[in-house]
């Protein structure tokens, strides 16, 4: 694949987004009235991402679950301050990046224009200097109404794409012009997906009140684990401290939860893996009479 498969057009893009910052994603490329163009089309939309983009990229009830997710935030660093005394250490949230204030939809609608359906690492790392992003619905006023309190927000974030990744990162912060888009505020990991020490570092100098993520790994390390059971068993253990201690945003196109599945959190595009999704989905599945035709 060309570096020029990459280019998506920026104007069209930005005028797709909604006020609340919810972007409709990267139209793909439209119907040809050829007979191969059709069938280029069907086979497209055979991809398992279908589902899940479409619902991220146009449903009210993703901008829904985010603002639900933001306003419970607000509600927990209300009930911080009333309790804080200017005294002590100053208040602080940690906050993920991807999938929890930054919507990825441009480079989900990519791949599937592509007809790539797995997540894809090459792709992912020329998509992020583009800034072919939008704010998660919700982010941007939580984010203003804690710097408005004097909370301050740690971006905590693990990305690789080489020597320039914690430039493009914080390029990312402040190309969306959020608060605490500096140096001091930002930490990136480049070879582990593991947040714990940037969790105990801030939490030596600020009171943390609150954890934002989009995967449970970004509240606990226990939750990296290759079992779907064990996690939802961790999930059930720690239920009082979700939505107290921890906010989640609403993710199903990656996370560690693939890892559960697969073993691996960015598993490769191969038949073995397919059969494996498939096997996920269909967990539980009804096994009903079919009825047949006499």
């Known amino acids: ?5 990459l280019e998506i057009n920026r104007r069209a893009f930005m005028t797709s987004m909604v006020a609340g910052g919810l972007t409709a994603g990267v139209n793909a490329r439209s119907p040809e009235n050829s007979i191969s163009g059709q069938l280029n089309e069907i086979e497209l939309s055979r991809n398992p991402l279908l589902w899940t983009v479409a619902w991220s990229n146009t449903a009210a009830e993703f901008g829904a679950l985010c ?14 301050m009333e309790k804080h005394s200017r005294s002590e250490r100053p208040l602080a949230v940690v906050t993920d990046v991807d999938n929890t204030i930054v919507h990825a939809g441009s480079y989900w609608s990519f791949l599937i224009s592509e007809g790539v359906d797995f997540f894809d690492d090459e792709i992912w790392d020329r998509w992020i200097p583009e800034n072919l992003i939008a704010l998660v619905p919700g982010a941007m006023d939580f984010l203003k109404y804690c710097e408005y309190h004097g909370v301050e927000i740690f971006y905590v974030t693990n990305r690789d794409q080489g020597p320039r990744t914690y430039s493009y990162a914080l390029n990312q912060l402040q190309y969306l012009n959020l608060p605490y888009s500096d140096s001091e505020h930002l930490v990136v990991f480049r070879e582990s997906s593991d947040k714990t020490s940037a969790r105990e570092r801030i939490g030596e100098s600020h009171e943390l009140i609150l954890l934002l993520g989009d995967n449970l790994n970004d509240f606990k390390r226990d ?26 945003l609403p993710n199903a196109t990656d996370g560690h939860w693939v890892r559960a599945i697969f073993g691996e959190s960015e598993p490769a595009a191969t038949d073995e893996n397919r059969l494996k999704l498939l096997a996920a989905a269909t967990r539980g599945a009804w096994i009903g009479a079919r009825s047949t035709q006499g």
Request: zero cysteines; a negative charge; glycine letters at 4%.
């Open 67 to 80: 603002h639900q997710a933001f306003n419970l935030a607000r509600l927990r660093v209300d009930e911080a």
């Open 1 to 5: 694949m060309t570096s020029g498969t």
């Open 223 to 248: 939750y990296y684990v290759a079992d779907v059971e064990e996690r939802r068993a961790l999930m059930e253990r720690d239920r009082a401290e979700i939505g107290d201690k921890f906010i989640i």
